[in-house]
């Protein structure tokens, strides 16, 4: 797989940490509450009419658009001379010039209009103008490791968007506004528009949530998951609403769902945590304390932070261990044999380095990530060749 852009930061952002979805949670759809607890009769009747959120035609190509398809990218003969038009095309100072902004929601033709768009949107853009130039192109959802405190504490986890294209003889390339590390990249998925429209709505979300617009972040809220039920993090992120409107009891429930979906979800379980913590439920709160800490435990990116922070200090007899730690919960990250193969050099072990490094590189999925565990690899062989010599 190819990487087109440049390196920046990702754009979905949560309140906490979001993982992979799955399961089946149409029927509480219709049992989403109103934003308002149900004992404020002004409130509740006010959250009652709450107009639901319009989804616009995210991918809709304008006359405008499509001419500047049909002058710059179509005229290319193969697939892959279209994808690398198109991309170059939009980017290009001479051209469309896109300029990559976080707060720049919408739709295609509102990202072409202004000529600044963020992930998400520029995703909108690049899938409609590249399936108008003949395209296999799709949403593409990456899933970020997580990231911790000093005391161990999964403190957030992003989730970005990006558009991956496929081309003849199982060429895949992803387009990005803003590409994140690929070592910060512990899962990936391609997604429907449908769930893209209800990533869209969850943006504008969040949006209004941090504006103290409750009304306006809970309607898009219930209509991201209308479009996309079985996405967990949608769920943590409407529970976020209730806390803030003190409609504890939704809150909970919100976040039971999520965690229907992924029993695994830390995010959901902190929240609880907290929740049951400022009701006074030590219990409970007690209870989810121990589910967030073995959910840690288990977790390989946990283990992983810590041999980052074991090699940090020198020590790496330590960063050996916790990156083994890491391998035996997840034994096909190229990122996590490469970390561990780096520790092995820095304790002067080539041939376990050379060994971990070999397992990097047959497990990388981007070329970039491949060749930079290569180019290691050689150094080190290359090394060791003249010691024998």
Known sequence: MRYLGGLLAACIWLLLVGCSSGGELRPLIAEIQPLYPSNDETSAAESSTTPVAVTPDLLHMTDEMKQFV?????????????????????????????????????????????GAANCLSYAHLFVAMA??????????????????????????????????????????????????????????????????????????AMARLFAGQL?????????????????DFLWVNLGAIYSRAEHHQ??????????????????????????????????????????????RNRNPYYHAYLGELAAEEGDFEAAREHFL???????????LYYRLGRAYLDLERPAQAIKYLELAVQAAELVAQREEYQALLDQLTGTQLALLH
């Open 131 to 204: 399936r108008y130039a003949g395209l296999d192109a799709n949403y593409h959802m990456l899933s970020l490791r997580p990231e911790f405190s000093r005391h161990g504490n999964q403190v957030a986890l992003r989730q970005h968007v990006n558009v991956l294209v496929k081309l003849p003889r199982k060429q895949e390339y992803m387009i990005d506004i803003d590409p994140v590390s690929r070592a910060d990249v512990a899962g990936r998925q391609v997604i429907s528009d449908r769930v893209a429209s209800g990533l869209h709505h969850n943006n504008l």
């Open 325 to 335: 730690a890491a391998l035996k919960r997840k034994q096909d990250d190229a990122e």
């Open 70 to 114: 049909d002058t710059y990218v179509t005229s290319a003969r193969t697939p892959k001379q279209r994808l690398r038009m198109l991309h170059s095309s939009l980017r290009s100072s001479a051209l469309l010039d896109i300029e990559y902004d976080p707060a720049a929601d919408g739709t295609a033709a509102e990202a072409f209009e202004r």
């Open 250 to 295: 939704a809150s909970e429930q919100a976040y039971h769902a999520a965690l229907a979906i992924n029993p695994g979800y830390a995010s959901a379980m902190n929240n609880l945590m907290v929740l049951h913590e400022r009701q006074g439920n030590t219990e409970q709160a007690d209870y989810w304390e121990s589910q967030i800490i073995g959910h």
């Open 215 to 231: 009304e306006d972040a809970y309607s898009h809220a219930v209509q991201a998951l209308s479009l996309s039920p079985q996405t």
